[in-house]
C-alpha cells in the first residue's frame, strides 16, 4: 500500500512509520526538516510543512491511503491541526484518495463525555483552551468532507512500550480510562487501516 504520512518525526508518528515500513509499505512523508528522518528503504521524504497546501496536495497525490499523527502545538502554531485538516481534505479530494486516518485528542471532548467528573470537565478546558478549539476545528473539517475518516481520539498520551491490549470506545474514553501509550495509538492506527474499519467514526483509545 501507497502511504501519505503527516506528522512522521513526532512521537506517535515515529511509531506509525516503523510499522508502516515494517509491513512493508511504501511511505511518503513530510517533514519540515527531513533529516529527522532517516534514510530507509520503501520511504521517501518530501520537505514542507502540513500547513502549506501545495506540500500537502503533493505529498497525497497518487496515496492510497493518507495517516496524520500531528499533534496540536498551542501557542507555537495555534491552528496547526484546523489548517493541516484544511489540506488533507482538500488535497485528497482533489487526487481523489478517500481513507483518511487521523490522531485527535479526547480531552477535547470532555465536555460531553458522561464519565468525566465535573472538576475535570472544569479545569482542563480552561488549561489548554486554545489546543482543544484546534482539534475540535480539526475534526470539524474532516468531519463535513466526504472522506473516509477515521479520528482517533487518544487520551493522555505516555511513552510506555506497546502492549496490543487496550479499550475502545466510540466518541468518549473507555470509563475508567485516562492514558494511553504512543506506541499502541500506532498499533489501533495500523489496526484500522488494514482493517478498513471505525470508518467516519471517531474511537477513544485508553487501557
Not at 528522518?37 to 496536495?57: I, K, R
Not at 482542563?124 to 476545528?137: C, W
Amino acid at each position: 500500500m501507497r502511504l501519505a504520512v503527516l506528522g512522521a518525526s513526532g512521537g506517535i508518528g515515529q511509531h506509525v512509520l516503523a510499522r508502516a515500513l515494517d509491513s512493508g509499505h511504501q511511505v511518503t512523508a513530510l517533514a519540515r526538516a527531513p533529516q529527522s528522518l532517516a534514510a530507509v528503504p520503501g520511504l521517501t521524504v518530501l520537505t514542507g510543512d502540513a500547513t502549506d497546501s501545495a506540500a500537502v496536495a503533493e505529498l497525497v497525490a497518487g496515496a492510497d491511503a493518507v495517516l496524520s499523527a500531528l499533534g496540536p502545538r498551542g501557542a507555537r502554531s495555534p491552528a496547526l491541526m484546523a489548517r493541516a485538516g484544511q489540506n488533507l481534505v482538500a488535497g485528497m479530494s482533489a487526487a481523489g484518495v478517500r481513507r483518511l486516518v487521523c490522531v485527535s485528542a479526547a480531552g477535547a471532548f470532555i465536555q460531553g463525555d458522561p464519565d468525566s467528573g465535573a472538576l475535570v470537565k472544569m479545569i482542563l478546558p480552561r488549561v489548554l483552551a486554545k489546543p482543544f478549539a484546534d482539534v475540535r476545528d480539526m475534526e470539524a473539517v474532516i468531519c463535513a468532507s466526504s472522506l473516509d475518516w477515521t479520528l482517533v481520539r487518544a487520551t493522555r498520551l505516555v511513552n510506555t512500550a506497546m502492549t496490543g491490549r487496550y479499550r475502545v470506545r466510540p466518541d468518549y474514553p473507555p470509563k475508567g480510562g485516562g492514558k494511553i501509550s504512543r506506541s499502541d495509538v500506532a498499533h489501533f492506527i495500523s489496526a484500522v487501516l488494514t482493517e478498513a474499519s471505525w470508518i467516519r467514526s471517531r474511537p477513544a483509545l485508553a487501557y
